[in-house]
């Protein structure tokens, strides 16, 4: 149950993540981010969570000609370090823990709204409403041992298609994403004697945006999403304690600095959580972007 990466996943906030750009932009962006708080495990074990850590991610977009249509793919990958203290019965540990979260990639198709454009026909380009569609693929590649309640990998693939629209009105614009992650089988979750074999039903998920320009690249966004379902079933016997319905409320500031230089900033916290990881999260970002050849 105290596998905190399992608990990330449904809670991203990624504002304008269906916006287009032209063919052949790319971007490097190198992420910070701290996360202070610990799982709400209500209901199902009396224990008490809590956790620090820092999360830094690197990550690189590319953006494509798919048929005719504006497209991108962008890989992250995380790598965490911190602190984490469980307590029950009076008796408390800590753990430490630094290493590679999963490997994530993404790719992003415009449905609606948005073809396929070189630079100079981006600039004559003014948004309406687009509509895209994306996969979002996590590879189990990061720290992972079945022995350990605390892992930074998930021991397994995860996989969440989504829709996302986005409509502008002038200097504002308005954002909403809905998907759901699919899991496959953990042969080995952490159990007692023994580790076991663990499956976890779908996670539905929304998510909400709206954004103020101010200038080409800065800009602000208020930012909320809520996810629901999760429910495990461990050795064959499953936890419907385990089931997730939260929410989580955020903002965002992006800043572009110079032509191939901006920074972001963003904060969010958990509104509602029934089930998981509660979390205050700051992060901060800074991104190099340019056209051409990767």
Request: aromatic share 14%.
């Amino acid at each position: 149950m105290l596998g905190f990466a399992d608990f990330l996943v449904a809670q991203d906030l990624a504002p304008r993540a269906y916006l287009i750009t032209p063919v052949r932009s790319n971007a490097v962006t190198v992420t910070w981010a701290f996360y202070d708080g610990g799982l709400n495990l209500v209901g199902n074990i009396p224990i008490e969570t809590s956790g620090r850590y820092n999360v830094p991610v690197l990550s690189y977009y590319h953006s494509l000609n798919f048929f005719g249509r504006s497209a991108n793919v962008t890989a992250s990958l995380p790598y965490g370090f911190g602190n984490f203290e469980a307590a029950a019965l009076g008796q408390s540990v800590s753990a430490y823990r630094s290493g590679l979260f999963d490997l994530g990639v993404r790719l992003s198709v415009n449905l609606i709204g948005g073809p396929a454009m070189s630079g100079q026909e981006f600039l004559k380009w003014k948004q309406g409403t687009l509509l895209g569609a994306s996969l979002r693929v996590i590879a189990p590649t990061g720290q992972y041992s079945a022995n350990k309640l605390v892992n930074w990998g998930i021991n397994r693939w995860a996989f969440k298609p989504e829709l996302g629209c986005s409509q502008r009105w002038g200097n504002w614009v308005l954002d909403g994403y809905g998907g759901a992650w699919f899991y496959t089988r953990n042969p080995e979750q952490f159990d007692l004697p023994l580790p076991a074999p663990q499956t976890q039903e779908p996670i539905g998920s929304l998510e909400g945006h709206l954004s103020r320009d101010f200038s080409r690249g800065t800009w602000i966004s208020l930012d909320g999403n809520f996810w629901w379902g999760g429910v495990t079933t461990l050795d064959g016997i499953r936890k419907p304690n385990t089931r997730q319905t939260s929410s989580r409320l955020g903002a965002t500031a992006a800043f572009r600095v110079s032509k191939h230089n901006s920074i972001k900033a963003s904060y969010s916290g958990g509104t509602y959580i029934r089930f998981g990881g509660n979390y205050q999260n700051v992060s901060f970002a800074w991104q190099y972007s340019w056209f051409g050849r990767p």
